[in-house]
């Protein structure tokens, strides 16, 4: 069969025991075959050779689930004896070393075959009525061992607030052990299990559940409408054609790119190029430091518009320096130097650290939040304040064109400051870190270059109508644009304070769910 995944294994094993898969096929044709389904999770061949004795037969060769198999078993193959009854002392036998070997972690694969007439064989009739009283061959285990990554992304993903559920056709005793294996938390039910609840019963005990064993189609689906209902966010992983239609009711639906059907890439939203497990968690890792990086630069310009805002309006109220805080191009040279760099290493930076230790956020929880919009707001009255008493201040002391130049130099230093105090929400900026950031540095370092130009070089000083300054004017707007790191800091103190104090009340934000096919 045609992308079966035990072929491979089986031709391996044939290899190991001295025979040649591509001779053994030539010699004896496969003139029919029972395509593998989920409904009876078994597949079947059918041959023309001889049998012990030289009768031609067709041989019908079988392999599947091994509890499948041995509810249509009448014999068992014994080297010695030959075919003898499948009793109830080999049933006994034959289910323990399954579950012998499906605790290993093996995924365990029955084989056997039964002879026919070729006189009364049709090859185009429905053939699974003749794969019955089947004489038992063997049963095989086959290593099928995770990623070596597939752990530690789990792991990451559950840091990160993420539910990784494992449904799988292999027996329970097999999957329970791969999941142990992985460190995917909860019980382990059966899909006969699952399927016997009812909606109530499974929306209940599906918090509990880590793995669901022989599923069928109908049970991924169900599994998908259940967590749905629970207000998770559903992701669902599959290649196979019956992994369909749980893709495509999921939320995102994932396909695998090299073993996946065409069926199930079409319901997919999303294609893995590797197959691998690691690669969604990291798809998260990326979108939540995609995320982040927009959040900061929106938190960013929001507070430099309100201070814009604040400085123009307050100007024009309390006629300061005429009612024009910034001449025109001082208004653009601010906008297209200080505000384009500092929201360039904003958006193109390094994401805030520990991102995939932070919950999911709600579905439809807006960007700028009403307590954020607040906080913007008074960020905008600080800078636009702050701004503004400064150029009254150097007006009456001074001349306007230096008010003007202080004025553009202190705002553009609030919006410097306030970017390096909003690139984490967080964590303070008197940290190591700060500048740990390459592209954001390099944002920084340009946007101070740009400011000292136009106030110490000529033809900028002629065409922005700016003036040098000295080291006193200097010092009041630094130290008057620092109190935007002194609000932050403050901010962020008490955030982090309610952050340690408050305990949560009611049900926690639902997580993603992830269900992995």
């Known amino acids: 069969m045609i992308g079966d995944p035990t072929e491979g294994a089986l031709v391996a094993l044939a290899a190991k025991g001295g025979v040649d898969a591509a001779s053994t096929r030539q010699a004896y044709p496969r003139i029919a075959e029972l395509p593998f389904d989920a409904a009876y999770k078994l597949m079947a061949t059918f041959h023309k050779m001889t049998d012990e004795s030289g009768t031609p037969v067709v041989r019908c060769f079988v392999k599947g689930a091994p509890d499948q198999l041995l509810t249509r078993a009448a014999t068992v193959f014994d080297a010695d004896a030959g075919a003898v009854p499948a009793d109830g002392d080999f049933k006994q036998r034959y289910l323990a070393e399954n579950e012998r070997l499906g605790e290993q972690g093996l995924r365990v694969l029955a084989t056997a075959r039964k002879d026919l007439d070729p006189a009364t064989f049709d090859p185009g009739a429905d053939l699974l009525p003749l794969v019955n009283g089947l004489e038992m061959l063997a049963l095989v285990g086959i290593v099928d061992p995770p990623r070596p990554t597939a752990k530690a992304s789990i792991a990451t993903a559950k840091a990160a607030g993420i539910r990784v559920r494992m449904i799988t056709g292999d027996h329970a005793v097999t999957a329970a052990a791969i999941a142990g294996q992985l460190g995917i938390d909860g019980k382990v039910i059966t899909g006969a299990e699952f399927g016997s609840m009812s909606d109530d019963e499974a929306l209940g005990a599906i918090d509990g559940v880590g793995v669901i064993a022989r599923v069928t189609p109908e049970h991924k689906v169900r599994l998908v409408d259940m967590l749905k209902k629970r207000g998770q966010i559903v992701a669902m992983t599959g290649d196979g054609v019956n992994d369909a239609p749980a893709l495509k009711r999921a939320d995102i639906g994932i396909a695998m790119g090299i073993t996946g059907t065409e069926v199930t890439k079409e319901a997919a939203v999303m294609i893995l190029t590797d197959d691998n497990f690691s690669t969604i968690v990291k798809a998260v890792e990326l979108g939540r430091g995609l995320y982040d990086n927009l959040v900061k630069y929106i938190r960013f310009q929001m507070g430099c518009l309100f201070g814009f805002i604040v400085s123009f309006l307050g100007a024009s109220i309390f006629n300061i320096a005429g009612g024009v ?10 906008n297209f130097t200080t505000l384009l760099f500092q929201a360039i290493g904003l958006g193109y930076g390094q994401p805030a650290p520990g991102l995939m230790d932070r919950k999911p956020r709600q579905p439809d929880q807006p960007i700028l939040p009403r307590a954020l919009m607040l906080w913007l707001i008074i960020v905008g009255l600080v800078m636009g304040v702050g701004t503004l008493g400064v150029i009254s201040w150097a007006e009456q002391a001074h001349t306007r064109p230096i008010a003007h130049t202080m004025g553009v130099v202190t705002f553009s230093l609030y919006a410097l400051f306030f970017s390096i105090a909003t690139k984490d929400e967080r964590t303070t900026v008197f940290g190591l870190d700060t500048f740990s950031d390459k592209t954001f540095s390099i944002a920084t370092g340009v946007s101070v270059l740009t400011l000292i130009l136009s106030t110490v070089f000529g033809p900028f000083e002629a065409l922005l109508k700016t ?21 932050s800091e403050i901010r962020k103190a008490i955030r982090r304070r309610r952050a340690a104090e408050v305990v949560p009340a009611g049900p926690p934000v639902p997580p993603p769910a992830a269900a992995a096919s």
């Open 325 to 334: 805080p910034f001449l025109p191009l001082q208004t653009l040279w601010i």
């Open 467 to 487: 003036t040098s300054l000295d080291l006193p004017q200097w010092l009041i707007c630094t130290a008057v644009a620092l109190s935007v790191i002194v609000a």
